[in-house]
């Protein structure tokens, strides 16, 4: 019951790392509002989760949107205590596209943006008018792609590395307004999601994607939603009390340089 007494609230909640994490938050005791766009999926999850699992609808880059959100969590909670900032958007299915540094599209790009980088930092504002009282714990879901560059997802790569980046402001923001807010990133990669299921595809095509993306990861294999639920309940209980600013990295070992991965003999 590391998160007993607590109340968190999801983004992107209805599927892949936010569902894994709001099962996980709950099984540690907490109060769950799972938020998401996914109105059905969300709702449905959210009544299979129990009586500690609530749904509320949220476009995390829309303004409006946030401010219905506070008045929600103090109105029925009157307090809130984890904010874990996991929606996000690639622009593969969201957008037309095209993706690459050379050919970008202004549309997509903005899109991206407007859901992954302004997303969270509504998401961040929010959470410090709800928190500054009696402190809490942000969780920004970032990226690998917030570390290094990807040529063929620019806006998706340059909105994880804006999370990155701003995750360091709000936790230096907080420690000066002597607020004890605590603000931290986690970098997934591999990490078999709807998101990754969608890329992959069907059949013999899907296989081999799969090899060749695990070829590439020095553990050898996809990592699955509850390997980053596990890091987010770090970073949301008092275990994590010391810790701000920091970036945990759930990849396989994947920028830790997979050049190195041992031959086998």
């Not at 936010?18 to 109105?39: H, K, M, P, R, Y």
Request: hydrophobic share 40%.
């Amino acid at each position: 019951m590391r998160l007993k007494g607590k109340t968190a609230l999801i983004t992107g909640a209805a599927r892949g790392i936010g569902l894994a994490t709001a099962q996980l938050f709950i099984e540690e005791g907490a109060q769950v509002i799972l938020s998401d766009i996914n109105d059905a999926d969300g709702l449905a999850t959210s009544k299979s989760l129990g009586k500690n699992a609530h749904y509320f609808h949220l476009d995390v880059g829309n303004e409006n949107d946030w401010k219905l959100a506070q008045e929600f969590i103090s109105s029925n909670f009157g307090r809130l205590d984890i904010l874990v900032n996991n929606a996000g958007i690639t622009g593969f299915l969201e957008t037309k596209g095209p993706w690459d540094a050379e050919s970008v599209d202004l549309d997509s790009w903005n899109e991206v943006h407007r859901v992954n980088s302004t997303g969270v930092m509504l998401g961040c504002k929010t959470a410090i008018g709800l928190m500054k009282d009696k402190g809490g714990s942000i969780v920004n879901i970032s990226s690998r792609s917030g570390i290094v560059g990807i040529p063929a997802a620019v806006a998706y790569a340059s909105s994880k590395a804006a999370v990155r980046n701003h995750t360091k402001s709000v936790a230096l923001h907080c420690t000066s307004k002597g607020y004890k807010i605590r603000c931290n990133s986690i970098h997934p990669a591999a990490i078999m999601t709807p998101m990754w299921e969608s890329m992959l595809g069907e059949g013999p095509q899907r296989m081999k994607m799969i090899a060749e993306v695990e070829a590439g990861i020095p553990m050898g294999h996809f990592g699955e939603p509850i390997d980053v639920a596990y890091g987010a309940v770090y970073l949301a209980s008092d275990e994590s009390k010391y810790l701000t600013g920091i970036e945990l990295t759930i990849d396989g070992g994947i920028l830790a340089g997979s050049d190195a991965k041992p031959e086998s003999k």
